[in-house]
């Protein structure tokens, strides 16, 4: 990658996600009601992610193969959520979510700095089944991430309005809360992420479980991140369909989430960190 003159800088999304986040922190009320000011973020987001996305291609899809570890899956990942974030922030009332995924995105984007993968198969990269795998399987815990994210600030949300978090009147933190969209349409907005997110979930386990031979060049093996990854589509699956038999909701609907999310995580990123860093393995 080569932007203004200086290449491998895979630092450069972080330091500008951080630069972003460091503006939104410190603007003023009066600069926050401002529909060009929203405008400009927008703008500014959507620069940062093609330079984040242009790095990450060049950075998994090289010359000598498929470079891949724990790492890039969370940049890659990260990536994915905030790109679905801006492109929903315009139809959608979710612009509470910007300051958590700009944050998970700036974190994420910097650790294939400190931690560059390794060579996982010379010949994936052109291929086109594993390419679209990997783009799916992506694209889905991008999805669920954001879900996963959503989650959260409902927590946060529904403690604030029983007075089980100590908000100061008029703080920063009270004037993001009242500009929370209500609770009954946090969960519409959730809901929503969650049957796309799973709907590419399920596509992504089955043409891995299905297709095991031809994507990864050897038979099925049911290790850990195969169980994790059908018990986080069980969870997914179980979720919505109590959702659609009894309408399940509010806390516990949020805890099953990000139980489900965790599962999630545990498969297409905790796996891969336990070979690379503790185990030291590829």
Known sequence: M?????????????????????????????????????????????????????????????????????AQDLSLIAWVGLAFYWFQSWFLPISSLRWMALLFAMICGFLPTIFPGALISPKAVSDPWFKGHFIVATISVGLLSLAAMHAMLMSIQDRALHRQLAIVPNSR???????????????????????????????TVFSGLLFSQTLFGKPLVFDHKTIFALISWVLFGGLLVARWRVGLR?????????????????????????????LQRV
């Open 2 to 70: 080569d932007i203004l003159g200086y290449s491998s800088c895979g630092w450069l999304p972080s330091l500008l996600y951080l630069i972003l986040l460091l503006v939104l922190t410190f603007k003023s009320k009066l600069v926050l009601e401002s529909a060009l000011y929203a405008r400009v973020v927008q703008v500014a987001i959507f620069v940062i992610l093609v330079i984040h996305g242009i790095q990450l291609h060049d950075s998994v899809f090289t010359a000598q193969g498929f470079v891949f570890g724990f």
């Open 173 to 203: 933190a009270a004037l993001w809360l009242e500009g929370l969209p209500p609770l009954m349409t946090m969960e519409s907005l959730l809901f929503n992420l969650l049957y796309v997110g799973f709907a590419l979930l399920t596509l």
């Open 250 to 278: 509010g806390r516990a609907a949020i805890r099953w989430v990000l139980s489900a999310y965790t599962a999630l995580l545990l498969a297409y990123v905790g796996s891969r960190f336990v070979m690379e860093v503790i």
